[in-house]
């Protein structure tokens, strides 16, 4: 059955469209958009409630879905759930599984549990070397037929400059990324939070900002050479996106994400309002201030390319232990939304068009994934913005299996009212009027 | 707020519970005096010195604090914790007679807790209580040898002692419970 | 409280020290980091109470009879924890030691079951030390007892802190306007943290120095002068305080060697003639000595090291009669 979604405001900045209109929706596909589009005998009628703003359906470009292995913290089937929760058609899973999805029978696996879930798409990432080892490389080209979409080590640094170089020249010939979890394992030791006046204060061993900014430079030297394409993953320091936009201006492929919480909280957090909380300890780690704001105006300069959560699952008995025993990581898939309207759209840092290229153009380019638009013939995954929309985040709420987030009674404006993949309406959010509209 | 003892009463009292001291014990040899913190030391200092003034020989006083002795210190905390003081005494009471001195004798548990403390210090020959107002209500088996003056009260009463060297002056006072 | 034999002999601007507190405000002693100037004071003068009770015959009282108090020790300390429990013993507590081995590649019960283990035996307060920053933290949120710090990680050590306070208002009278110099590893040290706090809080004059390799992140912005020369921080110090070297810090290439490190930091009698005349010399020990402290230096007449260990246990009866007595409703946690 076809549906036409009449009269809302839709924002498709890839074709240039910002304003009231009809988006008709035949099987998976998009048929037609435009104004005032005349209704066909059995087409389903839905009157999108004001406010609501439609866009091209979101991606998250760096989840952790821990399947196979560690399912006590989340599933394929529980992480895509907390994905279309919050407004994301698909996600892009990190390899870091247990068996590592270093083979296609690994990728196969997940994008199996991903279909039989039937929500948001899977995009796997494969790992740059076997058991992500950083010895010897892993079958990328396998990889990339078996469905991979990037490769990475996330977890770990790529280990050595040779193996960059050489995954970088490997991976131009499959067009693929590589997404580097920057960091030098020497000046990170085994520190537990960033190197400042708050860690030094709370007894806490340092991770200074340089351990990251020494490896984006090693990368953004090694894609120049190689003419590969670098991606950073989770950039939380201000050296880091300087050596990034240094890159760029040459005209290396390098691109970069980041984490809503890196945007949002600072290592203040460790203090205040609960010292010593587990949730607030994550890899790389919240940073001073001096780094949020040059990453606040990366990310509406444009040397920012993508937000991606780095969702985290960790089961809670699991983070109940001692700071520095306690394992790295937050859950973000159903947080990220609320927090980038709050921080970045309704502070004016970033006009609404921006949140679609940070979040749904951007990550489909780095992909070499559709997505990122609305243009007919194109996927209907599409997801509805309800940017006036009031919710308090509920860590026990959350769909995700694990709720360990720092942002739990926190009162945000902005959230995913809808998420539709594929056509179909895979979720609808109890905390927007008027929502229910959009069921299948 | 009527004033039951004035200064000049207070200085006569103590003046005739060192004579009546000095004439149970038929002198002063293996006496010492020990005064429950915070006014019954100076009291014991007074007396100290009245009993100078009868013998010719100085009689050895030290100071009591029964704070970590009280038996309701961690029951029902009500109010600040009281302040714990240094005790000193600067003597062995082993085979002494000690005069234990407290300005108000009420329930008798302090007096419970100073013996109490006492026998940790020692052993003395025995023990010998002065005070200078008995308000009655005990509510242990204790009584007083000496007694300034004996003070029918009720409950619902409190009486303040106010002593020159910590309130400026000296005075015995009734007051009725708020 | 100035005692009339230590009057201060110079015209330095002392301030007036706040009246103590009638009580201690908060459920647990986690960190000097929670306490106002007039608690440490309420601390010390109770402490002095308490030392007088090490003099008598019998060197117990009964305030904490009935109590039952653990002590956790996750870190081995003989000296800490002998002091505690000779603390708990001389108030009638009955003690009760539990010391775990642990390792970091066995994964045994954790902190906080361990903890909730313990506490089905219904303690008053638990002494906790332990090899992580925040661990008393953590099991203040979880556990019902008290807690009191005895060392978390490279946090805060309260107790040393105040009956270092206590030695140092013992000979000088008072802290305020003290220099007080802090020489060693700074970066790992819990004594520290605690130490620069407590002195800053009650007004004294704080130096800190170390390898440039040790010094924490922003630590200026607590108050205190910061150099990498130890003849300028014992510079007419009033108090000098020497750190713990840990010989595993060479294999951090924290400094080259322990014989630079004495060459360069170490305490010798040359430098302290640098510092007043009567200044004095503190160690939290174990000392290493011929490292961060010259035998003759730790043996001669300035030094107050054995004293503070003697102190330790009238601070730490302060401390557990002074939270045994607190509010017990859980708003206060």
């Known amino acids: 059955m076809k549906r036409l979604l009449r009269g809302g405001r839709v924002l498709d900045p890839v074709n240039g469209i910002d304003g009231d209109c009809d988006v008709l929706i035949a099987a998976d596909r998009i048929e037609r958009v435009g104004r005032a589009l005349p209704v066909e005998n059995g087409v389903q009628v839905i009157e999108v409630p004001r406010g609501c703003v439609i866009v091209p359906g979101l991606i998250d470009m760096h989840v952790h879905l821990r399947e196979p292995g560690q399912e006590h913290k989340e599933t394929i089937a529980t992480g895509t759930l907390a994905a279309v929760a919050g407004g994301f058609t698909a996600v892009a899973c990190m390899p870091n599984t247990s068996p590592i999805n270093d083979s296609a029978g690994i990728t196969e696996l997940m994008l199996r549990k991903a279909a039989e879930a039937s929500l948001a798409r899977v995009y796997p990432i494969g790992a740059v070397t076997r058991g992500s080892q950083g010895e010897q490389l892993a079958d990328l080209a396998e990889l990339h037929a078996a469905g991979c979409v990037a490769v990475s080590d996330d977890g770990r640094p790529v280990a050595t400059a040779l193996l960059m170089r050489r995954a970088l020249e490997y991976t131009s010939m499959l067009d693929m990324p590589v997404i580097d979890h920057c960091e030098d394992p020497s000046l990170k030791a085994d520190g537990v939070a960033h190197e400042g006046f708050h860690a030094a204060t709370l007894g806490l061993r340092g991770i200074p900002g340089a351990a990251e900014e020494i490896m984006v430079a090693r990368d953004v030297t090694l894609a120049g050479l190689t003419g590969g394409h670098v991606h950073i993953a989770h950039m939380s320091a201000r050296g880091s996106l300087a050596a990034v936009r240094a890159g760029k201006a040459r005209g290396v492929t390098v691109t970069c994400e980041v984490a809503p919480h890196h945007f949002t909280l600072t290592d203040e957090a460790l203090r205040s309002p609960v010292q010593y909380d587990t949730n607030t300890k994550m890899n790389p780690p919240l940073r001073e201030a001096a780094d949020v704001e040059a990453l606040l105006e990366g990310i509406g300069d444009g040397s920012v390319d993508a937000i991606a959560t780095d969702h985290a699952p960790h089961h809670a008995d699991e983070k109940l232990v001692e700071f520095d025993q306690a394992p790295f990581g937050i859950v973000g898939l159903e947080t990220c939304v609320p927090l980038v309207f709050e921080r970045l759209v309704h502070t004016g840092r970033i006009p609404l068009r921006r949140l679609v290229e940070l979040l749904s153009v951007n990550p489909a380019r780095i992909l070499r994934r559709p997505g990122g638009s609305l243009a007919p013939g194109s996927t209907a995954d599409i997801t509805i913005l309800a940017p006036e929309a009031r919710i308090t985040i509920r860590a026990r709420e959350l769909r995700s299996k694990s709720k360990n987030t720092p942002f739990d009674g926190w009162e945000l404006r902005g959230v995913a009212a809808a998420t539709i993949v594929g056509g179909r309406t895979v979720f609808t959010h109890p905390a927007v009027t008027g929502s229910e509209v959009f069921a299948s | 707020m009527p004033v039951v003892m004035d200064a000049d009463r207070i200085a006569r009292t103590l003046t005739r519970i060192a004579h009546e001291i000095v004439e149970r014990n038929r002198g002063l040899e293996r006496l010492a005096l020990v005064g429950i913190r915070s006014r019954g030391e100076h009291l014991a200092k007074r007396l100290a010195d009245q009993l100078q003034a009868i013998d010719g020989r100085p009689v050895p006083t030290g100071a009591l604090d029964i704070t970590l002795y009280r038996d309701d210190l961690m029951r029902q905390p009500v109010g600040p914790q009281p302040l714990v003081r240094r005790t000193d005494v600067p003597f062995s009471i082993d085979d002494r007679v000690i005069l234990l001195v407290d300005d108000v004798l009420y329930t008798g548990r302090t007096i419970r807790a100073a013996l109490d403390a006492l026998i940790d210090f020692g052993r003395p020959q025995s023990i010998q209580l002065v005070v200078l107002v008995d308000r009655g209500h005990r509510e242990l088996p204790i009584k007083a040898d000496y007694v300034g003056k004996n003070l029918p009260t009720s409950r619902r009463e409190s009486v303040q002692v106010r002593l020159e060297e910590v309130d400026g002056h000296d005075e015995v006072v009734v007051e009725a419970e708020g | 409280m100035t005692k009339s034999s230590s009057k201060p002999k110079d015209s330095r601007a002392v301030v007036t020290a706040p009246p103590p507190a009638s009580r201690l405000r908060g459920r647990h002693l986690l960190g000097i980091e929670e306490l106002s100037p007039e608690e440490i004071l309420l601390i010390l003068d109770t402490a002095e109470a308490m030392r007088e009770i090490a003099e008598r015959p019998i060197k117990k009282v009964p305030t904490l009879r009935g109590r039952t108090v653990v002590n956790l020790f996750f870190e081995p300390s003989t000296r800490t924890r002998t002091s505690f429990e000779v603390a708990e013993k001389r108030l009638s507590a009955d003690t009760l030691n539990v010391a775990i081995a642990t390792s970091s590649v066995v994964k045994g019960e954790t902190l906080v079951d361990t903890a909730l283990n313990i506490e089905a035996m219904a303690p008053d307060m638990i002494v906790l030390r332990h090899a992580s920053s925040g661990a008393c933290h953590l099991l203040a949120r979880v556990c019902r007892?008290?807690?009191?710090?005895?060392?978390?990680?490279?946090?805060?050590?309260?107790?040393?802190?105040?009956?270092?306070?206590?030695?140092?208002?013992?000979?000088?009278?008072?802290?305020?306007?003290?220099?007080?110099?802090?020489?060693?590893?700074?970066?790992?040290?819990?004594?520290?943290?605690?130490?620069?706090?407590?002195?800053?809080?009650?007004?004294?004059?704080?130096?800190?120095?170390?390898?440039?390799?040790?010094?924490?992140?922003?630590?200026?912005r607590l108050g205190v002068r910061v150099t990498t020369r130890v003849d300028d921080a014992v510079e007419e110090a009033d108090v000098i305080m020497l750190l713990r070297i840990q010989l595993e810090r060479m294999q951090g290439a924290f400094f080259p060697s322990l014989r630079e490190y004495f060459q360069v930091f170490g305490m010798t009698e040359a430098r302290v003639r640098r510092a007043r005349p009567d200044a004095i010399i503190m160690h939290p020990g174990p000392m290493n000595r011929g490292v961060e402290i010259a035998s003759e230096v730790a043996d001669g007449p300035y030094s107050v090291i054995l004293e503070q260990v003697a102190n330790g246990v009238a601070v730490r009866m302060a401390v557990l009669y002074l939270l045994a007595g607190g509010v017990d409703d859980e708003a206060a946690a």
């Open chain 3, 145 to 220: 007892s008290r807690i009191i710090n005895a060392g978390d990680g490279m946090h805060e050590h309260p107790t040393q802190a105040l009956l270092d306070a206590f030695t140092i208002r013992h000979h000088k009278g008072r802290l305020s306007g003290l220099k007080v110099a802090i020489v060693g590893d700074l970066l790992h040290s819990r004594v520290l943290r605690s130490n620069v706090l407590l002195l800053t809080r009650l007004g004294a004059q704080v130096c800190v120095c170390g390898p440039p390799t040790m010094i924490p992140s922003g630590i200026e």
